[in-house]
């Protein structure tokens, strides 16, 4: 699983979103962007860390920074997720884990004990010009956006 690396040039990427919409790296060209992977959309670690990506939502934008979620869930799955919290960013579905693969959060990983592949949470600061700013492989969901904000020089 090859690991993006700050200075590396983003995966390109283009699914659909929890409302059917296509979104595509490209549609973030002047901010930046909070691109985060996990799991599968409302199990308790991926509601903590999307709740928490939520209420930063103003402290982010006011950074300049978009955000964007994916998962391999499908689009009425992310919609009911998004319902149920009031997310209100783009939950991205990637049921075949190409995107994931491109990131390198798909693999293998150990869940109770067992040996299983899936998503490796983690998450990626992109800059304007589609270039890796950092990048958190097994990210803590609560980690998600304090560790943005300090890539970014913002301690609050």
Request: proline share 6%; with cysteine.
């Amino acid at each position: 699983m090859p690991k993006l690396n700050p200075g590396d040039q983003a995966p390109d990427f283009e699914l659909k979103d929890q409302e059917g919409q296509l979104v595509r790296l490209a549609d973030f060209k002047r901010r930046k962007l909070l691109l985060y992977f996990y799991p599968k959309a409302d199990t308790p670690g991926c509601t903590k860390q999307a709740c928490s990506v939520r209420d930063s939502r103003e402290d982010l934008s006011g950074l300049g920074v978009a955000v964007v979620a994916i998962s391999p869930d499908d689009t009425a799955r992310q919609k009911k997720f998004d319902a149920k919290y009031g997310l209100g960013f783009p939950l991205l579905s990637d049921s075949d884990n190409v995107v994931a693969q491109a990131y390198g959060v798909w693999g293998e990983k150990s869940m109770y004990g067992k040996k299983v592949k899936g998503i490796i949470r983690s998450s990626f600061l992109i800059d304007e010009a589609d270039r890796i700013i950092r990048a958190w492989y097994k990210i803590k969901p609560e980690e998600t956006v304090p560790q943005a904000k300090l890539a970014l020089g913002n301690k609050g």
